[in-house]
C-alpha cells in the first residue's frame, strides 16, 4: 500500500528543514521553498540541519504520506548542493545512496539503456 520506487519523481530541498513540521507546513514549504505543487505526486525530501534525520512528503490517491526516518548513527550523505532556489531533481538510486551513507561524488555510474529517455526523444522528434 505504502511504497516508493524509481517510478517516483525526486526533489531534494536546498536548506535544513524544521524536523517538527506536519504536513501542512512541509506542504508550504514545497509552494515556497521549492515551486512546486505537494499534490503533484513527485516525492519531497527534507532533512535537518545535523542530517540525522529524514522525512518524505508524497500524495498519494486520496491524501498524503510523510516517511520519516531517525538515523541512530552516522548521518544523510548528501550531494553537493549548491545555493539556489527549489529543489535538486534526484533519483531513486541516489535516494537510496544518500540514505545508506554512500558518498554520491565518488560514485561513478556506468551508462545504461533508459526506456524512458528513448521514449522523450521520440516525442520531441514527432512535435517538430
Not at 528543514?17 to 515556497?32: H, I, N
Not at 532533512?47 to 498524503?64: D, E, M, P
Not at 545504461?112 to 520531441?124: F, G, M, V
Amino acid at each position: 500500500m505504502f511504497s516508493l520506487g524509481d517510478s517516483e519523481v525526486y526533489y531534494l530541498s536546498c536548506t535544513a528543514t524544521d524536523m517538527r513540521k506536519g504536513f501542512d507546513a512541509l506542504c508550504g514549504e514545497v509552494r515556497r521553498g521549492m515551486g512546486r505543487d505537494p499534490i503533484s505526486g513527485e516525492v519531497f525530501i527534507f532533512y535537518n540541519s545535523g542530517r540525522t534525520r529524514l522525512k518524505l512528503l508524497h500524495w498519494k490517491r486520496g491524501g498524503f504520506v510523510l516517511y520519516h526516518k531517525r538515523f541512530e548513527r552516522g548521518i544523510l550523505t548528501l550531494p553537493r548542493l549548491e545555493a539556489r532556489e527549489g529543489g535538486y531533481q534526484v533519483s531513486w538510486r541516489e535516494l537510496v545512496l544518500m540514505v545508506e551513507g554512500v558518498e554520491l561524488e565518488r560514485i561513478r555510474s556506468r551508462k545504461r539503456y533508459d526506456i524512458s529517455l528513448k521514449n522523450s526523444i521520440n516525442s520531441a522528434r514527432i512535435s517538430l
